[in-house]
């Protein structure tokens, strides 16, 4: 450098990783949660907004969609956070076999998931094309499904990536516990998308 | 200052065959609201831009000395709050001014005029249509507005196709007309004259031709323009506006177009019955001048590019005949 | 552990440098070029970008002053017209004015903050390149005739599906998709970067005021652009699948685009705007030789600044009939929001008389800043008033004000902050001489162009209008702003001459040509690819006029592979040491799957499912970790 340096200071026994805020990686899931959260509250905005201007929700002559597929669905789904915790926790404590086991667990959790969604999309009782109630409840619910997708489609690779030597790396068990963390988003967001596309429309009947 | 910057129009504005366009003129209750407010903003705003101006000056000229740094520092200070507190004070001045300016406007126009007017808006011309609520009578023009002198007016603003937006500078500020929606706007003109508005929200290809003449009149002025206006169409004249006359009832032009008094009943486009009585065709694209007919009639589409009417492709007879019939349309 | 090579006693110097040169810098040549992970090289190619497309709107802006010269004027016709206006726009606000903040702030911001890398490098260079096929995909259909012609804020309906038949909205509406995935991506880079990589002392409360600007501003930039990108997305899903968002006729609302487009833009101006007055910072500080006054009331004011941005939007939709009630409550918040900026001018007002001016270029351009913003800042608070601006909305005034906020406001600082930082970029000075030839003519001409319209507007010409009458009394005042635009463009080209010419000339600036005080003026200009041989220590605001002659730093970072300094949020306590990602081809690689999906999805919904399969591909060989570095532990 050009000024002449003065040494006050090793770094040497510093750690090469740490869990939570004190990584990275945490600071970018955080990020792209703020992301994709600003993007569902304002689909919910959107969505008020085109109830506002309506006499009736769901208005004449559309019943609200089938409750069954969608309440099966959100049951599922908050089970997953079962395993999902064991997990988190494993990988915080470095447990590569309990933190192997449950991947695989969580990367097949999704499919029956993926059957139901699409059970939720045939019961909406609405077309995205026939008015705005149709399109902001497609929109909501493609939304989420594309969030289910992706998140689903990071946790099996992480699974593929704990079973070879990688696994064994700290930083591999700090982005399995921030997976961990963003699971609780895909599922946290879904709760109120399920109550707008399901409930609200049956609480103003 | 009102009368300067109205000065400052006037001079500017040649005024032409369509009345002035500037937002100082003051001829509605809102427009002199305007020109007052811009008044009292102009004058704050300007002090403040004065002080900035001057400390930069002072800052950039004058030098610091070494051993006064504190005492700087705590001038600065005491500076700060004040310009805080001046900022403060000047915002919440014009903040008030302005919502003291709305409610005068709202307390001098009474909630329900009798004189309504619905606007509806289209690409790229004004459809205007006067209701009486007594009679149930309706006057249909376009493009243009008739009002009287001291008559609070409401207009009903809406549009077939995209947003538009209904402004005549002289009478007050804009409001838009958007699909689906019904605004309303309540101006109350205040002095005579010839004026003009413009759509001012970008509608498509030739948003830029979409004006509005306005005439303020007097009272009397104005009901003789509305009994001429419910009279049906002038009858041909003479055998080359029979001719003309013809031509636009068997040909496209009655699909269209209504003229009162006559088979022509379309109401897609403009009415014409008293064309020849308007100062402009085509929104503002031309003066109304017979040579101005003969352009837009032989090609609607070089005139307004996009528009609406289609080229009928008319020889140099059918021209001149529709031509002389349109031009007795009064 | 004692194989692992790290700088310290034993390993300093030139060999150190040798050595770390060798860790940090990239392959030669085209494969380096597009494998890199630089946040120097990538930056600079952003700005060089980003520069392409200002001189390219501002070519557009030339050719509008052409036509509007004189009234009538036939040069151009109305669907060529309206497509250079909204290709104007379009590309000084999306192409231009938010990715050349970023840019500098890619560039400058690890230097600042005394750390080797931006956070997330990969995603840096992915950014990139996302960003240029948007603009590519925009620029091409402009120059084939299918460029977007419904103005840069495309309403509802008039761009919807009935109203702009064809591809012409559908390529505005997925640039878009492309440049927010692009400037989301650097916004949580930066903060990343800011938050966790800073030097050892540089605690949030010590950091220069530019890099709280750019944390502002990122944060901003993660909040509001997700609005835009739902707007295009349900507008391209009108146009394009049968949606009915925007449709009244099946209980949709036009309002609904305005509302969602104006919440993302109305922040996106100060997005643009937060960084030019960090810009104005760096430079008040450097050339008046004393820290910006009242670095709590600065810090504050951009804090507030962000917060109240966000709650003005309604401003935009004074016209569209909402209840007057509701207006009168962003009235007051955009009164509001110029309490900050006032704040911001007094400090720095009050720095340049505690402190002793030095007149050089950057600091013309923050004078010039002062006297132009503030004009903007004022026609702004008029506009804030309904009842006034239901008269200027939409006029040429509303077109004066704005070029005054952005022009004035971001322009001025970032011209000065090219010059600031040049030889830092380049290892070269701009020429003084031609600089200010350059400034007075852009001034001048900036002010001779915008300031008749502010009269043009009160004489009641509107906005977007392709031509105009020969008898409204507008005749002289738009020739006159013509005029003014060939003045500016003189000065543009004088600017863009001495960038060329400095670059011709050999390197040879020193590493502090300016006396700065902030942290990337404590390396070489141009930086070496490692940016810090030792990793420095902020020992206060204004590190470089704290030491005297030599500069603490911290050793024990690995020297063979790429490491960085973690620290933590807030008081920048040496946490973690960081292995940096290395150079991949795989951003470029997922960019090219990505732009494959947005384009071919305008052309057909079936591109998203296929498009996803290459995308995925590019995205797992991307996070596919590398081997560790060499010996350290592994958990068993």
């Known amino acids: 450098m050009s000024l002449p340096v003065r040494f006050d200071g090793d770094l040497a026994d510093l750690p090469t990783h740490g869990f939570g805020p004190r990584s990275l990686t945490w600071w970018g899931i955080v990020g792209f949660m703020v992301v994709e959260g600003m993007f569902f509250a304002l689909l919910f905005a959107a969505y008020f907004f085109i109830l506002d201007k309506e006499q009736t929700w769901p208005p004449q002559p559309y019943a609200p969609p089938g409750l069954l597929a969608g309440t099966v669905f959100t049951m599922l789904i908050v089970l997953t956070e079962i395993p999902n915790a064991v997990i988190k926790r494993a990988a915080e404590r470095f447990d590569l076999r309990t933190v192997r086991k449950g991947l695989v667990v969580m990367s097949l959790l999704p499919l029956p998931l993926f059957v139901l969604r699409g059970f939720e999309f045939a019961s909406l009782n609405v077309l995205w094309t026939d008015n705005a109630y149709g399109s902001i409840q497609w929109a909501l619910l493609l939304t989420h499904t594309i969030h289910l997708i992706t998140d689903w489609g990071d946790t099996a690779v992480l699974t593929a990536l704990m079973f070879t030597e990688h696994g064994k790396e700290a930083n591999r068990f700090v982005d399995t516990s921030e997976n961990s963390a963003y699971w609780r988003f895909v599922w946290g967001s879904w709760l109120i998308v399920y109550l707008l596309i399901y409930w609200v429309p049956r609480w103003l009947t | ?330 | 552990m004692s194989e692992i090579a790290r700088d310290g006693e034993t390993l300093k110097g030139a060999e150190l440098e040798e050595r770390l040169a060798r860790t940090w810098s990239r392959a030669p040549g085209l494969w380096g070029w597009i494998t890199t992970v630089d946040h120097k090289e990538i930056g600079r190619r952003y700005i060089w970008t980003a520069m392409t497309f200002m001189v390219l709107g501002g070519i557009l802006a030339a050719v509008m002053r052409a036509q509007l010269a004189r009234p009538e004027s036939g040069l151009i016709s109305a669907d060529r017209y309206n497509q250079i206006f909204t290709m104007h726009g379009t590309t000084m606000m999306f192409l231009f004015a938010v990715p050349v903040m970023e840019a500098i702030a890619i560039y400058i911001i690890p230097l600042m903050v005394g750390t080797r890398n931006i956070a997330f490098p990969r995603l840096n260079a992915f950014s990139y390149w996302t960003y240029l096929f948007g603009a590519l995909l925009l620029w091409v259909g402009f120059i084939l005739n299918i460029g977007p012609d419904a103005g840069w804020f495309m309403y509802t309906p008039l761009s919807g599906p009935q109203f702009s038949p064809g591809k012409r909205t559908d390529i505005w509406a997925q640039m878009i998709t492309f440049t927010e995935v692009a400037g989301i991506a650097v916004a949580v880079e930066l903060t990343a970067t800011i938050l966790k990589f800073r030097a050892p002392g540089m605690s949030l409360g010590k950091m220069p005021l530019f890099v709280w600007a750019i944390l502002i501003t990122s944060i901003m930039i993660i909040l509001s652009l997700p609005s835009v990108a739902l707007a295009s997305a349900m507008l391209l899903s009108d146009r394009l699948i049968g949606t009915q968002f925007f449709n009244a006729f099946e209980h949709g609302d036009a309002l609904l685009w305005q509302h969602l487009f104006w919440f993302f833009a109305h922040p996106e101006v100060y997005i643009i705007f937060l960084p030019a007055t960090g810009f104005v910072s760096q430079i008040v500080e450097t050339f008046t030789g004393r820290r910006v006054f009242a670095y709590p009331a600065m810090v504050l004011a951009l804090v507030a600044t962000g917060f109240l941005s966000f709650g003005v939007w309604v401003h935009h939709m004074f016209a569209t009939g909402l209840p007057r009630l509701g207006y009168d409550f962003y009235t007051a918040s955009s009164m509001a929001v110029a309490i900050p900026a006032a704040i911001q001018i007094f400090c720095w007002i009050a720095t340049i008389w505690l402190g002793r001016p030095r007149f050089t270029v950057p600091f013309l351009y923050v004078i010039a800043f002062i006297v132009t913003f503030v004009i903007g800042g004022l026609s702004g608070v008029m506009v804030a008033s309904v009842p006034m601006d239901l008269e200027l909305h939409d006029t040429y005034f509303v077109v004066a004000h704005f070029h005054y906020v952005l022009i004035g406001g971001a322009v001025f600082p970032l011209l000065g902050a090219i010059t600031y930082w040049f030889p830092k970029f380049s290892g070269r000075m701009l020429s003084e001489g031609l600089g200010k030839a350059a400034f007075w003519l852009v001034v001048v001409g900036f002010n001779v162009t915008f300031f008749p319209m502010h009269l043009t507007g009160m004489l009641g010409m509107p906005r977007r209008v392709y031509t105009y009458p020969a008898d409204m009394g507008w005749n002289g005042l738009n020739l006159l702003s013509s005029l003014g635009a060939v003045v500016i463009w003189l000065g543009g080209l004088i600017f863009i001459a001495n960038v060329f010419l400095a670059l011709r000339r050999p390197r040879g600036a020193a590493a502090n040509p300016w006396g700065g005080s902030s942290l990337e003026w404590a390396t070489d200009s141009p930086p070496p690819p490692y940016n810090f041989a030792h990793q420095p220590i902020a020992t206060g605001h204004t590190p470089l006029w704290d030491v005297t002659d030599v500069l603490p730093v911290m050793t024990g970072l690995r020297v063979d592979d790429r490491e960085q300094l973690i620290t933590t949020a807030i008081e920048a306590v040496p946490d973690i040491r960081y292995p940096s990602p290395e150079p991949t081809p795989w951003p470029l690689l997922s960019a090219i799957a990505l732009a494959a999906l947005f384009i071919g999805s305008i052309f057909t919904p079936w591109a998203v499912v296929i498009g996803a399969v290459p995308l995925a591909v590019g995205f797992i060989a991307w996070f596919w970790p590398k081997s560790p570095p060499s010996k350290e532990p592994v958990i068993e």
């Open chain 2, 1 to 330: 200052m009102t009368r300067g910057l109205r000065g400052l129009g006037l001079t500017f504005a040649l005024a032409g065959c369509h009345g002035t366009q500037s937002m100082t003129e003051g001829a509605g209750l809102q427009g002199v609201q305007f020109s007052n407010l811009f008044t009292l903003f102009s004058a704050v705003t300007g002090f403040f831009y004065l002080l900035v101006i001057v400390g930069l000056i002072g800052g950039l000229i004058l030098r610091p000395r070494e051993d006064r740094t504190a005492e700087g520092e705590k001038a600065a200070g005491v500076g700060f709050m004040t310009w805080l507190g001046g900022v403060l004070l000047g915002l919440t001045a014009l903040t008030v001014a302005s919502y003291v300016a709305d409610r005068n406007v709202a307390a001098a126009t009474p909630a329900h005029p009798t004189l309504e007017v619905q606007v509806t808006g289209n690409q790229w011309w004004w459809d205007v249509t006067y209701r009486n609520a007594d009679t149930g009578q309706e006057l249909r023009t376009a493009n243009e507005l008739h009002l009287p002198v001291g008559v609070p007016v409401r207009l009903t603003l809406k549009s077939n196709d995209v947003i538009h937006s209904f402004w005549v500078p002289a009478l007050g500020g804009k409001q838009d007309l958007i699909p689906g929606r019904t605004n309303m706007l309540t101006l109350l003109p205040t002095q005579t004259g010839i004026y003009r508005g413009q759509c001012a929200e970008f509608c498509g290809a030739q948003h830029a031709h979409m004006a509005i003449d306005v005439t303020i009149e007097p009272r009397d002025a104005f009901r003789r323009w509305w009994a001429a206006g419910l009279a049906p169409a002038v009858p041909p004249a003479n055998p080359l506006a029979k001719a003309g006359y013809q031509f636009v009832m068997t040909r496209q032009c009655a699909s269209c177009h209504t003229i009162s008094g006559t088979p022509a009943s379309g109401r897609v486009g403009p009415d014409l019955t008293h064309l020849a009585s308007r100062r402009s065709i085509g929104a503002g694209t031309f003066p109304m001048t017979r040579g101005h007919l003969f352009a837009w009639v032989a090609d609607p589409q070089g005139a307004k590019r996009g528009n609406q009417m289609p080229y009928v492709g008319l020889d140099a007879d059918q021209l001149r005949a529709v031509v002389a019939y349109l031009e007795g349309l009064k």
